[in-house]
């Protein structure tokens, strides 16, 4: 188990002060977000490939969320967001990415005329989604995204019927912040255990998506790790907060060991 750190908390900056801050990093797993201001392209990519050689650093990308909706209702549209998402595969693939995090679909002002329709548009994408992955030869996860928002897919039962009725192997990532807000962290490890292939690490108050630093809120993290131990995850806890993230790195490096 390796602790990590995602990009988001400086997204609000321009993309040199990302390379920047990679290079003074003290971690050697970096989640990389392709989208707003560090928005990837070719030429950031080649940069970033530069930064990861000579740092001995590890990306994992999170594709874009902002506007990006799988489970749209519009054919041309969707297949517009898709092909945007297969752009992140392609620059995951050159930056010899480990995994390409995404989140599920979600429901429109639309949704209630056509019932289960966003439900087995997202189930359609996300095979969309596996079949580009295998190309590219990267690893896709997908997310557990928070109340109160309209994710088609968010908490233990519904992801317990995507799994199932999706009828491929696909990884979870854990956002330990999201499963919070629902108290559904230890169900989310119980239900779906070696099917977790990432951790989103941030705190909050139990109630509302607050991305704050580890330690901060109502998680109690050693409880987190021992269970996440004992079903024997082995891969990156990503350090998702917005803040305090010197602090977030120390308190989980202690939590693991
Ligand atoms: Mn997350």
């Given at each position: 188990m390796e602790v990590g750190l995602s990009m988001l908390h400086c997204l609000g900056e321009p993309f040199p002060n990302l390379c920047r801050r990679l290079e003074e990093a003290e971690v050697k797993f970096v989640e990389l977000v392709?989208?707003?201001?560090h928005r990837l392209n070719q030429e950031r990519v080649e940069q970033l490939d530069e930064i990861s050689s000579s740092k001995g650093l590890t990306y994992t990308v999170h594709a874009p969320?902002?506007?990006?909706?799988?489970?749209?209702?519009?054919e041309d549209l969707r297949a517009f967001m898709l092909q945007r998402l297969e752009k992140t595969l392609a620059f995951a693939a050159a930056l010899d990415c480990q995994l390409v995090v995404f989140h599920p679909g979600w429901r429109t002002g639309i949704s209630d005329f056509y019932p289960n329709l966003d439900w087995k548009i997202n189930i359609n994408s996300v095979h969309k989604l596996l079949e580009k992955s295998r190309d590219y030869g990267v690893r896709i996860a997908i997310e557990n995204c928070p109340e109160?928002?309209?994710?088609?897919v968010k908490n233990v039962a519904q992801f317990s019927r995507f799994f199932k009725e999706l009828g491929e192997d696909i990884g979870l990532v854990l956002d330990v912040g999201h499963s919070n807000i629902g108290r559904e962290t230890d169900t989310f490890i119980k239900t779906f255990g070696k099917r977790i292939a990432h951790i989103h690490a941030h705190d909050n108050d139990g109630k509302h998506d607050l991305h704050w630093g580890v330690g901060d809120g109502t998680i109690d993290w050693q409880q987190f790790v021992t269970n996440i131990k004992t079903m024997g995850f082995n891969e990156i806890i990503m350090i998702e907060s917005y803040s305090n993230i010197k602090k977030s790195i120390e308190t989980l490096r202690d939590a693991i060991t």
């Open positions: 392709d989208d707003g201001w969320f902002a506007n990006i909706n799988i489970a749209a209702p519009a109160p928002y309209g994710f088609v």
